[in-house]
């Protein structure tokens, strides 16, 4: 059973773009979630989509924003990008309720020149 | 202070030593997870936990409620157990929350 993956891998990006980031979740998995993570902020919420629907979203501006497809793949853009976008970004999926076990894809490292 | 804090941040042994990594959390919660990052970002759930105890091979992970804490244990430590170990909990279905890590390495 493939794992989750996660697409581009590495991305470098300057300042005031916009950019795209992947998920594919496991196959039959319906959450997928986002999470930012940095050097100085550690791992961080972005948000949770469950059958297309967002659930929970994390305190971040509204240039992040995201969307889930009906076969469950999932993207977030971030809009006018700042230096301090600069992160590696990481989706999970699990089958149906959040407080299952996480499946994490290996991460899209952002960097914002 | 953070609704969720590990220690120690940092923690260096010898293989074969016996590892506890605690983690602590100020909110009642619906689940707690462990997860493992090694170097190059790849992040593992090693546990989901509500309550009691799992195990799985030589690693022990341990919850109580009431004092809102939860241990992680490795036994016959190896460099191969050596990553960053990360404790993460969710309230009801909100958004989960992670502590900063713990950082182990293990020498041969």
């Not at chain 1, 297309?52 to 993207?75: A, I, L, V």
């Not at chain 2, 091979?57 to 157990?81: C, F, V």
Request: net charge positive; charged share 15%; proline share 4%.
């Amino acid at each position: 059973k493939a794992g989750v993956t996660q697409t581009p891998r590495y991305l470098i990006k300057t300042r005031g773009q916009q950019v795209t980031l992947s998920c594919s979740p496991i196959s039959g998995h319906r959450s997928v979630s986002w999470y930012q993570q940095t050097p100085g902020q550690g791992l961080q919420f972005l948000f949770e989509y469950f059958s297309e629907t967002q659930r929970n979203k994390g305190n971040f501006p509204g240039r992040f924003s995201g969307r889930q497809f009906s076969n469950s793949r999932s993207e977030m853009n971030v809009s006018t990008l700042e230096l301090g976008d600069s992160a590696l970004y990481l989706c999970a999926s699990s089958f149906d309720r959040p407080d299952e076990k996480l499946f994490f894809g290996s991460g899209t490292q952002l960097s914002v020149l | 202070k953070n609704e969720v804090e590990q220690s120690p941040q940092n923690l260096t042994a010898q293989e074969g030593e016996f590892i506890t990594i605690n983690c602590s959390y100020s909110v009642g919660i619906s689940a707690l997870h462990w997860l493992q990052q090694h170097p190059g970002g790849g992040i593992v759930s090693l546990f989901m936990l509500s309550s009691g105890k799992k195990k799985h091979g030589r690693l022990i992970a341990t919850i109580n409620i009431q004092e809102k804490h939860s241990s992680l244990h490795i036994t016959a430590s190896h460099p191969r157990d050596s990553a960053v170990y990360i404790c993460a909990v969710r309230q009801g279905a909100q958004k989960l929350v992670f502590g900063q890590g713990t950082r182990l390495t293990i020498n041969p």
